[in-house]
């Protein structure tokens, strides 16, 4: 038996739910975001590997030699470098999210420094360098488009003395001098609002410095999306050789274990040898002489598997691949001079992309998503991004690589953004957000009482999901596509169809047909 008082109860209840919902938001966006820090910050002359507090978001590294001698980069995602008049490397940094990473040199005089970033969003590279004999500065302009905590790093190839110039507020963090008495690395950060700005190294030599053995290098890294800014705490290695003052109140170094999804987002190294999908497991997507290393595979916070309908943005940040002897160091959209067209028989694993997706160029980053390295769906290209994607139903991870047929003689590595957002949780990431989600929940439940109230009391109304309310997959809705077609009357399905048409609806949903193909797969089951 129905009582007169639960007539009124689905309204009253969607009414009180949307109102706990818009206050819940209203204290969660007043939760502060997690600040900006910088921590572990070094420069030590005479080494050439580095490890920095595990943890963090991101790492860069900076190197320097003396010059007239082999050395190579960072072995771990290097960014950008400086060869002097021989040809050898004299300055270089990198961005990974390993919290180690090592260079080689044969030179008697190098230096190596870093520093661990956490507590963003976002973040952008920028680097000017001089490779000219007897270099002596080097200038780099960069855009900030959002208020962000910036890092510079500057590199005086060939251990001269170097000093920043020219951007108002810069501390420095790490510092250190060498055997020759000149500081040849300076890691070194400061705050800025929306702008463009520009910002230098001076470098200067003895009388006894090879001039072709010199060369300089400035990196500028923009982190965006955290909430203030603490400095980095220098050892006392670190001070200023002219015993400057140490910052104070400074935060405690990250905990151990892995931070790099906070806020949605991770950083991956994506290694010059690592081929988009394992061939072996998907025969029909095979590709290349099968010496690829495996694909880096992306997978959701701690391992666990990408929840299908997560929403999913990819950005190259920062590195160079080449794809063997002869072949430029490239970003992410690899080498323009040599692309794939459509219904290439060339051996790259290229080929299987969408008509509409060629060209594509050789060395590129390709993507797929898979379930436990199967394939789910065609493959695409990612390139420097950023590319937004949305997980299928029948997916469980995203795998990345280069575009190549042989993978022996690549070297080098890209570092690479993924920002993720579940559709079944609510981002509060910022005040704003909080705030438009419960505007959100106070009219969803002010409109569900009004709606509830006209509508017959003996009718059940269900109440709406959290995935409702705030998925945040922007995704436009595709037409309505019904399983089973209307039948005339007398007309029988049989439970084969039905089963048929329920796999098709499933290939539908995981996106892996098209709606059009759906129809008329249906339209044959259903004669």
């Known amino acids: ?6 007539e009124s109860w689905p309204a009253s209840k969607a009414l009180a ?22 921590s572990g910050a070094t420069v030590q002359p005479g080494k050439t590997s580095l490890t920095l507090p595990a943890g963090a978001g991101v790492y860069l590294y900076a190197m320097g030699t003396g010059g007239g001698r082999s050395s190579a980069n960072f072995a771990e995602a290097p960014y950008a470098q400086v060869v002097d008049a021989a040809g050898y490397t004299v300055a270089g940094l990198a961005i990974t999210p390993s919290s180690t990473n090592s260079f080689s040199t044969e030179t008697d ?7 661990a970033v956490s507590g963003f969003r976002t973040v952008s590279a920028f680097n000017g360098s001089s490779a000219v004999p007897g270099a002596t500065s080097a200038a780099v302009h960069f855009v900030v488009s959002s208020p962000a905590l910036v890092v510079v790093i500057g590199i005086a190839g060939g251990e001269t003395n170097l000093e920043l110039r020219g951007l108002s507020g810069l501390q420095v963090d790490a510092q250190a ?18 702008g463009e700005y520009d910002v230098s190294e001076q470098t200067s030599g003895d009388a006894a410095q090879d001039a072709n053995q010199m060369g300089d290098l400035i990196g500028v890294f923009v982190f965006m999306g955290g909430s203030g800014t603490a400095p980095a705490a ?3 290695q670190e001070r200023s050789p002219s015993g400057g003052p140490t910052p104070s109140n400074l935060p405690p170094p990250p905990t151990a274990g892995t931070n790099q999804t906070r806020s949605g987002v991770m950083t991956v190294t994506v290694p010059a040898q690592a081929g988009p999908w394992d061939p072996e497991l998907n025969p029909t997507f095979d590709y290349g002489s099968h010496d690829q290393a495996p694909a880096v595979a992306i997978t959701g916070p701690g391992g666990s598997s990408l929840a299908p309908g997560t929403a999913l943005t990819l950005k190259y940040i920062a590195g160079a691949v080449s794809i063997g002897a002869g072949w430029p160091n490239e970003d992410a959209n690899g080498d323009p001079k040599v692309r794939l067209m459509a219904l290439s028989q060339r051996n790259y694993p290229g080929r299987y992309l969408q008509p509409a997706e060629f060209p594509v160029n050789v060395g590129s980053l390709l993507g797929a998503f898979a379930a436990n390295g199967v394939l789910v769906g065609s493959p695409f290209k990612v390139g420097n991004g950023p590319l937004s994607l949305t997980v299928p139903s029948a ?12 993978f022996g003689d690549n070297s080098g590595a890209w570092v690479v953004q993924v ?13 704003a957000v909080g705030l438009a989600i419960g505007i959100l929940a106070v009219l969803l439940g002010v409109g569900a009482f009004f709606l509830l109230k006209r ?3 003996a009718q059940a109304v269900a109440p709406a999901t959290a995935a409702q309310v705030f998925s945040p997959v922007a995704q436009p809705p595709a037409p309505p596509v019904s399983a089973v077609a209307p039948q005339a009357p007398g007309a029988a399905i049989t439970s084969e169809a039905l089963d048929r048409l329920a796999k098709l609806k499933s290939l539908l949903d995981a996106g892996l047909i098209t709606v059009e193909e759906f129809r008329q797969q249906k339209a044959k089951l259903l004669k």
Request: overall charge negative.
């Open 109 to 115: 005089y190098h230096t190596v420094g870093g520093v």
């Open 17 to 38: 739910m949307g109102c706990l919902a818009a206050l819940l938001a209203a204290l969660l966006s007043a939760l502060p975001l997690p600040a900006q820090t910088l």
């Open 234 to 236: 220098p050892s006392s």
């Open 395 to 406: 997916a469980n991870q995203l795998l990345l690589g280069v575009n190549d047929d042989n």
């Open 177 to 194: 001098a060498n055997q020759s008495g000149v500081i040849p690395i300076v890691i070194a950060h400061t705050t800025l609002e929306v």
């Open 1 to 6: 038996m129905r009582h007169r008082n639960e």
């Open 419 to 431: 920002e993720f957002a579940s559709p079944t949780s609510t981002s509060l990431s910022t005040p």
């Open 455 to 457: 509508r017959p009391s």
